[in-house]
Nanobody, 125 residues
Framework: QVQLVESGGGSVEDGGSLRLSCAYSQDTFSTVYMGWFRQAPGKEREAVATIHTRSGVTYYADASKGRFTISHDSAKNTLYLQMNSLKREDTAMYYC??????????????????WGQGTQVTVSS
């Protein structure tokens, strides 16, 4: 069974940093893209960043550029999201996602086949 398990969420003050991790099993699938999404209460799930696991090419949402960094360690089967200069509007449940297909629009929830359970990030002033 494929599993994605996020960790690293928590509560920080405005301007603080967190690093999220997503450990995954790779027994039966080969990822092409892995990404982070987030969902705030009452809002739709939105893309944060994605990485093409073989080439290392990264994609960022405008709200993430310059503050967040996505990375992938294939030897450890772990995806990371380093988040700096956090703002209150970054407060959300953060989800790890994996796609086994080539995707045209990395921002679409439907482009991803597997999802983790999420880790909560809360930023307070």
């Amino acid at each position: 069974q494929v599993q994605l398990v996020e960790s690293g969420g928590g509560s920080v003050e405005d301007g603080g940093s967190l690093r999220l991790s997503c450990a995954y099993s790779q027994d039966t699938f080969s990822t092409v893209y892995m990404g982070w999404f987030r969902q705030a209460p009452g809002k739709e799930r939105e893309a944060v960043a994605t990485i093409h696991t073989r080439s290392g090419v990264t994609y960022y949402a405008d709200a993430s550029k310059g503050r967040f960094t996505i990375s992938h360690d294939s030897a450890k089967n772990t995806l990371y999201l380093q988040m700096n200069s956090l703002k209150r509007e970054d407060t959300a449940m953060y989800y790890c996602a994996a796609s086994t297909r080539f995707v045209i629009n990395w921002r679409l929830v439907s482009a991803y086949d597997y999802w983790g359970q999420g880790t909560q990030v809360t930023v307070s002033s």
